[in-house]
């Protein structure tokens, strides 16, 4: 028989198909354990069947506002694009628990993709200064957002800061030599 244990390993090792398959078979004699549902649903999201995790997150939050399961369900908003929905869930997030960064840099995400770039650069900044290893994730994104806003200069120089601070992460040099190649042929034209 399969433990929790089994499924947390299956999560954090991508096996998600086998994950999906444990969780049927325990739900099978556990149909409403809150947290055999809440991998089976977080399988189905990276699984990106959404709509099948939406359901069953949906009938998790009928029993409590959970934050984690607010975030999973706000992950597969995002996944399809619905972004208003996905900010929702993720707003929530963080007025139930403020103190759960990544979730921070979701929602900038989301507002950059939404075209409210002045709340994104907010909360992109907020994920950073919040994040215990420094905001590496959000600040990748921040660089990016630069990047895509025509704010080349500022990417490049927050790029190469990175990359100076964080010399084995290959997608600091990556963007670095995409923003100079892009420069070479605008030179060129």
């Known amino acids: 028989m399969f433990s929790i244990n089994d499924l947390r390993n299956a999560?954090?090792?991508g096996e998600y198909e086998r994950g999906l398959a444990m969780c049927k078979s325990l739900l099978f004699d556990k149909r409403d354990d809150f947290m055999l549902l809440s991998y089976f649903g977080a399988f189905l999201l990276k699984l990106e069947r959404y709509n099948e995790a939406i359901k069953v997150f949906d009938k998790l939050l009928t029993r409590a506002e959970d934050e984690i399961i607010l975030d999973l369900r706000g992950d597969c908003y995002y996944g399809q694009k619905k972004n208003e929905l996905a900010l929702k869930d993720y707003l929530r997030v963080i007025k139930i628990d403020k103190d759960i960064n990544d979730v921070y840099d979701k929602i900038a995400r989301t507002y950059y993709r939404i075209g409210s770039k002045k709340r994104a650069y907010?909360?992109?900044d907020k994920a950073i200064t919040r994040s215990a290893d420094g905001g590496l994730r959000s600040l990748k994104n921040k660089a990016v957002f630069l990047r895509f806003d025509g704010r080349t200069a500022e990417s490049f120089k927050?790029?190469?800061e990175?990359?100076?601070k964080y010399p084995s992460?290959?997608?600091?040099?990556?963007?670095?030599?995409e923003i100079i190649e892009e420069a070479l042929v605008t030179k060129k034209s």
């Open 162 to 164: 990175l990359r100076e």
């Open 158 to 160: 927050l790029l190469t």
């Open 122 to 124: 907010e909360y992109i």
């Open 11 to 13: 999560l954090h090792q």
């Open 169 to 177: 992460e290959k997608f600091f040099r990556n963007e670095l030599l």
